[in-house]
């Protein structure tokens, strides 16, 4: 007695395409999950980038004036903010005593302050000169610069 042929052709080729369909689902579904997560992090990275580099674009400070006291001991720097922000600010003040008999420059002194200003807010900042006290004719250099790396620059001479 003969016993009859199970043909099995036909059960490979399904198995090995499903085994290949799961393979591929799977990594297409870790491909997906990487890549949602990598622009999540880039769309809130681009969106806090543009909200600081707004609040550069809006910070605006100035300058207003410069003068000293009369014994030369203290430096007044008047620092107007109109931008929209509260910035916090360094000033720097470099003083250059100029010798009139020898028409060069030969003693420096440096000095600086830190603050910060509310928006839309005039400012008197003293700085102590007591130390070198400011001569007639010294200049004065002044540059007020921002935490957003934004600079104000004043020339003054002391009279």
């Given at each position: 007695?003969?016993?009859?042929?199970?043909?099995?052709r036909?059960?490979?080729?399904?198995?090995?395409t499903i085994?290949?369909?799961?393979?591929?689902?799977?990594?297409g579904?870790?491909?997906?999950?990487?890549?949602?997560?990598?622009?999540?992090v880039?769309a809130?990275s681009y969106?806090?980038?543009?909200?600081?580099?707004?609040?550069?674009?809006?910070?605006?400070?100035?300058?207003?004036?410069?003068?000293?006291n009369?014994?030369?001991?203290?430096?007044?720097?008047?620092?107007?903010?109109?931008?929209?922000?509260?910035?916090?600010?360094?000033?720097?003040?470099n003083?250059t005593?100029?010798?009139e008999t020898?028409s060069?420059?030969?003693?420096?002194?440096?000095?600086?302050?830190?603050?910060?200003?509310?928006?839309?807010?005039?400012?008197?900042i003293?700085?102590?000169f007591?130390s070198?006290?400011?001569f007639p004719?010294?200049?004065?250099?002044?540059?007020?610069?921002?935490?957003r790396?934004n600079?104000a620059?004043?020339?003054?001479?002391?009279?």
């Amino acid at each position: 007695m003969k016993m009859p042929r199970i043909k099995k052709r036909g059960l490979s080729p399904v198995i090995a395409t499903i085994i290949l369909s799961a393979v591929v689902i799977a990594i297409g579904g870790a491909i997906w999950s990487y890549s949602q997560g990598a622009s999540t992090v880039i769309a809130n990275s681009y969106v806090n980038d543009t909200l600081e580099l707004l609040n550069e674009v809006t910070e605006r400070f100035a300058v207003e004036h410069v003068s000293n006291n009369t014994e030369g001991s203290i430096l007044h720097v008047w620092v107007y903010n109109y931008g929209e922000v509260d910035i916090v600010i360094d000033v720097y003040a470099n003083a250059t005593h100029f010798n009139e008999t020898t028409s060069t420059f030969n003693s420096t002194f440096s000095a600086n302050y830190t603050t910060s200003i509310t928006a839309g807010i005039l400012v008197l900042i003293e700085i102590d000169f007591s130390s070198y006290n400011l001569f007639p004719s010294d200049e004065v250099a002044v540059k007020v610069h921002s935490r957003r790396q934004n600079n104000a620059y004043y020339k003054y001479y002391v009279r």
